[in-house]
Nanobody, 115 residues
Framework: QMQLVESGGGLVQPGGSLRLSCAAS????????MGWYRQAPGKQRELVAI??????TYADSMKGRFTISRDNAKNTLDLQMNSLKPEDTAVYYC??????????WGQGTQVTVSS
C-alpha cells in the first residue's frame, strides 16, 4: 500500500491561512485520483477537493477559498486554505487511488480555526 504523510496543520485564527502538504511514498504521476478529505468531530468524512487527471473538483463550501496543487516531481499534493472559518476545523486527510495500490489514506492532520 502506498504511504501518505500529511503535514502543515495547526491552530489559526478566523480569516487566516494554512497550507497542508501530503507526501507520497510512491511516484504520483500514475495515480488516478488524489485529494483531500476532512472529518469534523461528530460528522462524517467529507470531500474537500480531488484531482482526477487534469480536472479538479472542490466541495462547494471550499470553492474560491481552497486551492489544491499537485507536484509530480516531488510526489506531493498541497492544499492552500485561505479565509479559514471556525467550521473548517477538522482532521484533514490525504487520499490517493491507483490501479496498483488501490485506495490509500494518510493519518490525518488537525486544523483548528479559533480566536
Amino acid at each position: 500500500q502506498m504511504q501518505l504523510v500529511e503535514s502543515g496543520g495547526g491552530l489559526v485564527q478566523p480569516g487566516g491561512s494554512l497550507r497542508l502538504s501530503c507526501a507520497a511514498s510512491e511516484r504520483i504521476f500514475s495515480i488516478n485520483a488524489m485529494g483531500w478529505y476532512r472529518q469534523a468531530p461528530g460528522k462524517q468524512r467529507e470531500l474537500v477537493a480531488i484531482t482526477r487527471g487534469s480536472s479538479t473538483t472542490y466541495a462547494d463550501s471550499m470553492k474560491g477559498r481552497f486551492t489544491i496543487s499537485r507536484d509530480n516531481a516531488k510526489n506531493t499534493l498541497d492544499l492552500q486554505m485561505n479565509s479559514l472559518k471556525p467550521e473548517d476545523t477538522a482532521v484533514y486527510y490525504c487520499y490517493a487511488a491507483s490501479v496498483r495500490f488501490g485506495s490509500s489514506w494518510g493519518q490525518g492532520t488537525q486544523v483548528t480555526v479559533s480566536s
